[in-house]
T-cell receptor
Framework: NAGVTQTPKFRVLKTGQSMTLLCAQD?????MYWYRQDPGMGLRLIHY???????AKGEVPDGYNVSRLKKQNFLLGLESAAPSQTSVYFC????????????FGQGTRLTVV | GENVEQHPSTLSVQEGDSAVIKCTYS??????FPWYKQELGKGPQLIID?????GEKKDQRIAVTLNKTAKHFSLHITETQPEDSAVYFC???????????FGTGTRLQVTL
């Protein structure tokens, strides 16, 4: 059982370039999330999805877009990367709407130069 | 919105000693308080959680206490071991998974 898998694990982008981060979960979870982790700031929610075909904004959504075309996949896109988006990105999933255990992927370290 | 403060930011203890990490929250509607452990190069993993109808919860060497009146909750690790070295995050939620607010993390180092 792989759990939550993120692709890629590392990436370096030039300012203005675009990229897509892929998250896949095999636990049949309804809820999926994208967080960013910055030193001294904990984990901040970017976007989330409550089911296939749905997305919603989190705490820091600007500069990112997401899509959930299939229940098991949640994609995070950066259309025009900026140095301020240098961060470690984590995808997570959870079983239900009520607050319960969230399962995290191993993270993607993104550097924008 | 919710604001979660976590202290200390770093904590060093000797193997066998106890470690305590404290968090405060601002939203009285919060009723779910999980703690996550993040090892180097990995994603956070839930180690224990507590809901507002409970004051204390234990799981082997770890325990969490909650004081709803004072709006603070704490993680206690007893008989610390080198494998407890990691970053620990507290979090609070009013009951909805999408409304989970994390603290800024505590780096725990257990020395021999």
């Amino acid at each position: 059982n792989a759990g939550v898998t993120q692709t890629p694990k590392f990436r370096v982008l030039k300012t203005g370039q675009s990229m897509t981060l892929l998250c896949a979960q095999d636990m049949n979870h309804e809820y999926m999330y994208w967080y960013r982790q910055d030193p001294g700031m904990g984990l901040r929610l970017i976007h989330y999805s409550v089911g296939e075909g749905t997305t919603a904004k989190g705490e820091v959504p600007d500069g990112y877009n997401v899509s959930r075309l299939k229940k098991q996949n949640f994609l995070l896109g950066l259309e025009s990367a900026a140095p301020s988006q240098t961060s470690v990105y984590f995808c997570a999933s959870s079983r239900m709407r009520a607050a319960t255990e969230a399962f995290f992927g191993q993270g993607t370290r993104l550097t924008v130069v | 919105g919710e604001n979660v403060e976590q202290h200390p930011s770093t904590l060093s203890v000797q193997e066998g000693d106890s470690a305590v990490i404290k968090c405060t929250y601002s939203d009285s509607a919060s009723n779910y308080f999980p703690w996550y452990k993040q090892e180097l190069g990995k994603g956070p993993q839930l180690i224990i959680d507590i809901r507002s109808n409970v004051g204390e919860k234990k799981d082997q060497r770890i325990a969490v206490t909650l004081n709803k009146t004072a709006k603070h909750f704490s993680l206690h690790i007893t008989e610390t071991q080198p494998e407890d070295s990691a970053v620990y995050f507290c979090a609070a939620s009013p009951g909805t998974a999408s409304k989970l607010t994390f603290g800024t993390g505590t780096r725990l180092q257990v020395t021999l």
